[in-house]
């Protein structure tokens, strides 16, 4: 039997069945809750227990110390209702307004980018266009209630046509069938949009840094910035995949580069061959030993857990406002009865 679930700070209530977390039925209600990892790990999805009875089946998060628990912390992502509760949301960035759709679309077309990485072009119905935010991230429905989780790498004024970045998982259930040759015209139903790394207009300067497909919701905001924005922001981008041929979106990078003098982007790899004459190491690393001090910018991070813990961790201390720190962490979340969300992008 379900029960409610009220948010005291954001007014809104919600039912949760006993086999969901309470991200899962606050997502399932339409309500578009904080959150990023899915798994524990980032903290993006924390609240307040002011009254009722949770569990977490699968053990208490690892990242939520004795300190945070003993002030009746949670994470909406792991837990799950034995009764009735009132929650206080702790991240700084509450729900957006707006509630995600349920919506049939069509693959019109597919593009190889490299070994492991494909972009998909996705047809919208004509009379129901996305209205998304740049950096947010769409579901693909599977079976069985379940569902795999894609960022938006095209930008909000094409929403007719969106672009996904999907990297073949070995065994994946669902990149299997987008690898597949022939997928052209093949229906799909996704629901968004869906996430809270957004784009937040400002005339400081912004600092992107992705890993791997992490590239995704930063080409997205890339994008709107360079086409839609009010061409005041300097944007530099940090994109960091292990060698050259993990590098898919670098020829378009390299032009966009070339053809907005505001644009600045640097390619870092973690394990090139001898022959290459760029940046090496770990991305965020290379960010700060070129940048220093970060208090001037506005940072975007998107990637593996690592990389956004490293980001976390390390760039408060080289100046980076928390509240001008945004991240989006791509991490593998197991199937469950109720659904899977895979990370964004990144995720099968």
């Not at 809270?196 to 590239?215: A, K, M, N």
């Not at 506005?298 to 390390?314: H, L, R």
Request: with cysteine; net charge neutral; aromatic share 8%.
């Amino acid at each position: 039997m379900s029960v409610r679930v009220s948010l005291a700070n954001a007014g809104i209530h919600f039912s949760a069945p006993p086999s969901a977390t309470l991200l899962e039925a606050a997502l399932d209600a339409g309500f578009n809750l904080p959150h990023s990892c899915k798994t524990g790990h980032c903290l993006a999805c924390r609240a307040r227990l002011l009254s009722g009875e949770i569990a977490y089946p699968e053990g208490v998060p690892l990242a939520l110390g004795e300190q945070e628990r003993a002030a009746g912390e949670l994470l909406l992502c792991r837990a799950q209702a034995r009764s009735d509760l009132t929650l206080e949301l702790l991240s700084p960035t509450l729900a957006r307004a707006h509630r995600s759709r349920r919506l049939p679309c069509r693959i019109e077309r597919a593009e190889e980018w490299g070994h492991d990485v494909r972009g998909l072009f996705l047809r919208m119905p004509a009379a129901a266009p996305l209205v998304f935010e740049a950096g947010q991230y769409i579901d693909i429905l599977i079976e069985r209630g379940r569902r795999r989780s894609f960022s938006i790498a095209s930008p909000p004024h094409e929403p007719h046509l969106l672009e996904v970045h999907v990297r073949r998982v070995p065994g994946g259930e669902l990149t299997g069938r987008l690898f597949e040759p022939g997928i052209e015209g093949r229906l799909l139903h996704v629901e968004g949009p869906l996430g809270q790394f957004v784009y937040r207009e400002s005339d400081r300067p912004l600092l992107l840094i992705g890993g791997g497909t992490g590239l995704a919701p930063l080409k997205c905001i890339v994008r709107h910035v360079l086409e839609r924005g009010s061409g005041r922001r300097a944007l530099r981008l940090y994109w960091g995949v292990r060698s050259e041929r993990d590098l898919y979106a670098h020829a378009w990078l390299e032009a966009t580069a070339r053809r907005a003098p505001a644009f600045d982007y640097r390619p870092v790899l973690s394990e090139p061959s001898a022959t290459w004459s760029g940046r090496r190491g770990w991305v965020h690393d290379c960010v700060l030993a070129e940048l220093g001090e970060l208090a001037p910018y506005d940072i975007y991070a998107s990637g593996p857990p690592a990389m956004i813990e490293a980001v976390q961790s390390a760039f408060p201390r080289h100046g980076a406002d928390p509240q001008r720190l945004h991240f989006d962490s791509f991490d593998f979340a197991p199937d469950s009865v109720a659904r899977q969300r895979m990370s964004a992008s990144s995720s099968d």
